[in-house]
């Protein structure tokens, strides 16, 4: 069994709403993402550039942690 740390749960908020752009008629989606880990917001245009900056997210945290696991390789030994 390892003894690496699990993973933090990353936590996110979306808020989704209507908006009409001026003049046009054409109605579209606005979207909130807060990440509580982080505490950063953005706004973004469309449901799919929400999740694509959850996704980024998630892969920079799991990036992280693997980068904290420790090795389990032995001390270096050199022959002279």
Do not use: Y
């Not at 990353?10 to 990440?35: C, H, K, M, P, Y």
């Not at 917001?41 to 929400?50: E, H, L, N, S």
């Amino acid at each position: 069994m390892s003894s690496q740390q699990p993973l933090s749960d990353q936590v996110f908020i979306l808020r989704f709403w209507r908006e009409t752009a001026s003049g046009s008629g054409d109605d579209g989606w606005r979207v909130l993402v807060r990440n509580i880990n982080t505490r950063r917001r953005d706004v973004v245009d469309d449901v799919q550039r929400a999740f694509a900056i959850v996704t980024a997210n998630l892969n920079v945290a799991a990036e992280a942690h693997q980068e904290q696991a420790p090795w389990d390789v032995g001390p270096s030994t050199s022959e002279k």
